[in-house]
């Protein structure tokens, strides 16, 4: 399905092809060669930016998203993983992304860099070239440090400062509820948290609400 969103409409190169069951929405280019399988979904939101390079595979149930702020660049040679999530990051030539990794906002992996089974590059995050995050291990900072799971406070260190709610959203967690200029959209649970801070839900689903309102009408 070809989904034009924001005045843009997808742009497929004929030695391409895309599964009649996928999804491209927005601004999104095909290169030569590539490969887009059954269930994959591009959206390129509010005007964001997709580039898939020549000869890459996204494959069955991936995600790969973009943003106006965060453009999403998968180079040449890439191979994207079934049920993988990819958002507003740059893949240098021959990346390998495995069944379920998520690549997060500003994440720039190096040609020819793995990232395994359920793993995750978290934002802004710098992989080298020919760098391998082992299954379900997490990759942050820039460069990256690569840990495993039960290391949450390690990375949370790391993490925190690369402010992924501002970075994304514009928002700030610890200032007053805004809801991006929709108090209407907001519904504190009375008890929950103080009247001055926003939850992370509570700013997302208001962020996502704008989206939705912008999306074509099927």
């Known amino acids: 399905m070809l989904i034009e969103h924001a005045g ?8 391409a092809w895309v599964a ?9 280019t095909i290169g030569p060669g590539v490969r887009i399988l059954h269930g994959a ?16 595979i996204i494959m069955e ?3 790969i998203r973009a943003s106006t702020k965060h453009p999403c660049k998968i180079a040449a040679h890439c191979l994207i993983g079934p049920s993988a999530h990819i958002t507003g990051a740059t893949l240098e030539d021959e990346v390998f992304v495995a069944t379920g990794a998520a690549i997060f906002h500003g994440a720039v992996l190096g040609r020819g860099s793995e990232v395994r089974v359920h793993a995750t590059v978290h934002l802004r995050t710098r992989l080298e070239p020919g760098a391998m995050v082992p299954i379900g291990w997490v ?4 460069p990256a440090r690569i840990l495993p799971p039960d290391r949450h406070d390690e990375i949370w260190e790391i993490q925190k400062p690369l402010n992924f709610s501002q970075w994304v959203y514009g928002f700030d967690r610890s200032s007053p509820t805004s809801c991006a200029g929709s108090p209407a959209g907001c519904r ?8 001055t801070q926003s939850s992370m839900a509570e700013m997302l689903v208001s962020e996502w609400r704008q989206k939705w309102q912008s999306l074509p009408q099927l």
């Open 139 to 142: 990759a942050v900072g820039d």
């Open 41 to 56: 979904r591009l959206v390129g939101e509010a005007g964001g930016a997709i580039r898939i390079g020549r000869d890459a």
């Open 188 to 195: 504190r649970r009375s008890g929950r948290m103080p009247a």
């Open 61 to 63: 149930n991936a995600v």
């Open 20 to 28: 009649p069951d996928a999804t491209l929405c927005g601004d999104v």
């Open 8 to 15: 843009k409409r997808p742009r497929i190169d004929p030695t």
